[in-house]
């Protein structure tokens, strides 16, 4: 719902994907770090690999934008969310979109080997903590049946 009298727009842009256990779910996990996500705060502009994040951060489009990938039971949603001057919704949404199609036409092995790496690492880091490791195994469980090692992991990231 539109509301002008908000200071900030939050929008997102998604479609709908695929679930865990498809053969598409660590493909579309690429994808997502390849879109990256950047917050004005950061500092980073840019510096950043993502080329979404540089054209946001250059062009002073958003506050933050970060892309999201969230797998179901039987569906998904990909896409990205953004909060920003309502006035810079138009190019937001035009640099956003550029982007996402960017990624089936102009993808080179070295950004999708870079996003590969960087995945591996998210996915490790998120694993610092009781709580974090409870909620993986549970997730996995209810997914696959079993836990999943890091090694597998690795290697259904490897395959993109």
Known sequence: ???????????????????WTSPYAFPLMVMQTMLGAWDRTQGTGGNMTSRL?????Q????????????CYKDTGLF????????TNLNDLMYYTLQNMVNLVHYTSEEDVERARTQLKSTL??????????CDEIGRQLLIY????????????????
Do not use: W
């Not at 896409?79 to 309502?86: I, M, Q, R, T």
């Not at 490790?124 to 490791?133: E, R």
């Open 1 to 19: 719902t539109r509301d002008d009298a908000m200071p900030l727009a939050h929008v997102a842009l998604a479609v709908e994907s695929a679930p």
């Open 53 to 57: 994040c540089q054209n946001v951060a």
């Open 59 to 70: 062009k002073d489009l958003a506050h933050s934008i970060s892309s999201f990938n969230t």
């Open 79 to 86: 896409g990205v969310y953004a909060v920003g001057e309502a």
């Open 124 to 133: 490790l880091m998120q694993l610092d903590g009781s709580s974090a490791v």
């Open 145 to 160: 049946g079993r836990r999943l090692t890091p090694a597998e992991l690795f290697a259904r990231i490897d395959a993109v």
